[in-house]
C-alpha cells in the first residue's frame, strides 16, 4: 500500500471517529448546546486542524508518494506550485515543498472558515423562520455537515479535474469571485426573510414527498396510517443543505486560489467544515453584532478574484501564500474590530 493511499486513508478514518464520537456525545440527550460546550468543540476542531498542519509540515512529501527529485519537480509542477527546487538539495527541496504545503493548508483553513460564518447567517434565518427548538440544533447541524463534506468531496475533485485539463477554468474561477464580491457588498445592507411555506425547497420537496404539519420532536420521518411521512425539521435539513451547496460554489473556487493540489483543498475544506456546527453555537446569539463582517467578505472573495485573474503576475508582485495570508487575516480582523468599535445603531421605535 502507497504511502499516499494510508495517508488518505488515515484521514478519512479519523473523521468518521469524530463523527461517530460527536454523534455518541450529543444525539443521546436532546438539550441546546451551551456556550460552554461550543467554546470546548471550537478549540477541539481548531486545535485538531492546527495539529494537522504539524502533520503536514513533518511528513507532507507522503501525501502524493514523493520519493525522488523528479517525483517532486513533477509534482511541483502539476499542483502549480512554482518552488525554486535545488536538484542537488533533495532534502532541503523536500522541506521548503512541506513548508508551502503546509502554509497552503492553514491558508485555505482560514478562508474557509471565514467564508463558513456567511453560512451560519443564513442558517440562523432558517432555524428562526421555521421555529425550530435550540434542543434540536446540533442534530440537524450533525446531519447536514455530513451531506456537505460528500458533497464537497465531489466538488473539489470534479473542480481538480476540470483545472487540469482546462486550466484557463482558473480565469472563469475569479471573475465570479470578484462578482460575488461585489453582489455582496452591494446588498449588504438588505434584509433576508425566509417564508416556510412558499419557499422553493419547501414546494420542491412537497411534489415528491407527503409532509408532516408539525414538528415531532427531532425525527426526521413519522408513519401515519403505514404512511411514511417527512417532518419539517426534515425540510430544514434539506434547506441547510441546499444552502451549503450554494456557498460551495464560493468557497472551493477561493480555496483553489491559493492551492491547486485537490487533496489540500479537501482537507481544508473538511476541517473548515466540521468545525462550523461549534462555530454556529459560539455565534448564534451574537451574530448579529459582526455587521461589518459581510464587508471584509465582500473585500476577501474581490481580493481573492482578482489575485486569480492577476495568476501570471502574482510571482512577480511577490504575493507569495504567505502573504496572502497576512492580508486575508488583516481584512477579517478589520471587519470585526470595526463592528465591535462602530455598533450597530439601534433603530428608534416612534410612538404615536
Not at 115 to 143: E, M
Not at 249 to 257: E, G, T, Y
Request: proline share 2%.
Amino acid at each position: 500500500m502507497s504511502s499516499e493511499l494510508i495517508f488518505i486513508s488515515g484521514f478519512i478514518v479519523f473523521i468518521l471517529i469524530m463523527l461517530a464520537m460527536d454523534l455518541g456525545l450529543f444525539a443521546k440527550t436532546d438539550k441546546p448546546v451551551s456556550l460552554k460546550q461550543a467554546g470546548i468543540m471550537s478549540a477541539v476542531w481548531i486545535a485538531l486542524a492546527l495539529g494537522f498542519y504539524v502533520l503536514i509540515l513533518n511528513f507532507g512529501h507522503l501525501l502524493h508518494h514523493i520519493n525522488s527529485f523528479a517525483a517532486l519537480q513533477q509534482i511541483n509542477k502539476n499542483n502549480f506550485h512554482h518552488l525554486k527546487l535545488n536538484p542537488n538539495d533533495f532534502a532541503g527541496s523536500i522541506e521548503l515543498y512541506r513548508k508551502n504545503l503546509g502554509l497552503e493548508f492553514i491558508t485555505g483553513y482560514v478562508v474557509e472558515y471565514a467564508l463558513s460564518v456567511d453560512n451560519i447567517f443564513v442558517i440562523v434565518l432558517v432555524f428562526t423562520a421555521f421555529g425550530v427548538n435550540p434542543k434540536y440544533y446540533h442534530k440537524v447541524l450533525f446531519w447536514g455537515i455530513v451531506g456537505a463534506v460528500l458533497m464537497r468531496f465531489a466538488f473539489i475533485f470534479l473542480g481538480s479535474t476540470l483545472i487540469t485539463h482546462f486550466h484557463w477554468i482558473l480565469y472563469l474561477f475569479g471573475a465570479f469571485l470578484v462578482y460575488t464580491g461585489v453582489s455582496m457588498f452591494v446588498n449588504r445592507n438588505q434584509e433576508k426573510n425566509i417564508d416556510p411555506e412558499n419557499h422553493k425547497i419547501v414546494k420542491l420537496a412537497s411534489r415528491f414527498f407527503a409532509v408532516h404539519p408539525k414538528f415531532e420532536g427531532d425525527k426526521f420521518f413519522v408513519k401515519i396510517d403505514r404512511k411514511k411521512l417527512i417532518t419539517p425539521l426534515f425540510l430544514v435539513l434539506l434547506i441547510i443543505e441546499v444552502t451549503d451547496l450554494v456557498f460551495a460554489v464560493d468557497s472551493i473556487p477561493a480555496i483553489f486560489s491559493i492551492t491547486k493540489d485537490a487533496y489540500i483543498v479537501f482537507f481544508s475544506n473538511i476541517f473548515a467544515i466540521l468545525g462550523l456546527r461549534s462555530m454556529f453555537f459560539l455565534l448564534v446569539n451574537i451574530i448579529d453584532k459582526f455587521h461589518y463582517l459581510k464587508v471584509g467578505l465582500a473585500v476577501l472573495l474581490a481580493f481573492i478574484g482578482l489575485k486569480m485573474l492577476a495568476a501570471n503576475y502574482v510571482d512577480r508582485i511577490g504575493l507569495t501564500t504567505g502573504r496572502s495570508l497576512l492580508i486575508i487575516l488583516a481584512i477579517l480582523v478589520i471587519s470585526v474590530v470595526a463592528s465591535l468599535v462602530f455598533p450597530k445603531k439601534k433603530e428608534k421605535v416612534i410612538r404615536g
